[in-house]
């Protein structure tokens, strides 16, 4: 069984320009949550979707924003990048009662 | 104030000794808490959650949950270079959003 996948591993960036990062939970999961990790701290929650539904919000800026698809796979859309979105972003799903499974990351920099 | 607190180390010990990691929740209707092994560059792994009070064992780890302290615990016996990473505690209500800690440093040296 594949795992949470996550598309692209690495991204260069500029200041202002948009992202768009990609996400793909474990088969059966139906909730999708997006973390932000950036060096030396721990994930910080962004976004969690439930049944294409948004079931929850971080404190992150509007320009932060994402959405869940019919087949459960997930966007993450960050407008107007600034050097601070320089991070490790993380999908997680969930299914069941045994916490989150994390997809191996993209690492966006921005410059 | 913080609602995952965790010492963010190093914490060295010697192989084969066992490592006890810390964790401190703020949220008193937590239900959910997890540990997560992360290697450098690496994302986070699942490796023990626990749901009541008391201990639950897994091989060399053994997690330890406290609620009426809001404490929980990572043992890890008979600990190995391998073991070296950064721990995260995570700490969740029903809803499956937990709230991460920054993790704790653990260093294994032979």
């Known amino acids: 069984d594949a795992g949470v996948t996550q598309s692209p591993t690495h991204l260069i960036k500029t200041r202002g320009q948009h992202v768009t990062l990609r996400c793909s939970p474990i088969?059966?999961?139906?909730?999708v949550s997006w973390y932000q990790q950036v060096l030396g701290q721990g994930p910080q929650f962004i976004f969690q979707y439930y049944e294409k539904e948004e079931r929850g919000r971080g404190n992150f800026p509007d320009r932060f924003s994402a959405r869940q698809f019919p087949n459960y796979s997930s966007e993450l859309n960050v407008n107007a990048l600034l050097l601070g979105d320089s991070a490790l972003y993380l999908c997680?799903?969930?299914?069941?009662?045994?916490?989150?499974?994390f997809g191996s990351g993209t690492r966006l920099t921005v410059v | 104030q913080k609602e995952v607190e965790q010492n963010s180390g190093p914490l060295s010990v010697p192989e084969g000794a066992i490592a006890s990691l810390n964790c401190t929740y703020s949220d008193r209707v937590s239900q959910s808490f997890f540990w997560y092994r992360q290697y450098s560059g690496k994302s986070p792994e699942l490796i023990m959650s626990i749901y009541s009070n008391g201990d639950k064992e897994d091989g060399r780890f053994t997690a330890q949950l406290n609620k009426a302290s809001q404490y929980v615990s990572l043992l890890i016996r008979d600990s190995q270079p391998s073991d070296s990473a950064t721990y995260l505690c995570?700490?969740?209500?029903?809803?499956?959003?937990?709230?991460f800690g920054r993790g704790t440093s653990l260093i294994v040296h032979p």
């Open positions: 995570a700490v969740g209500r029903g809803s499956y959003i937990p709230t």
């Open positions: 997680a799903s969930a299914g069941g009662d045994y916490g989150y499974t």
């Open positions: 088969s059966g999961h139906k909730s």
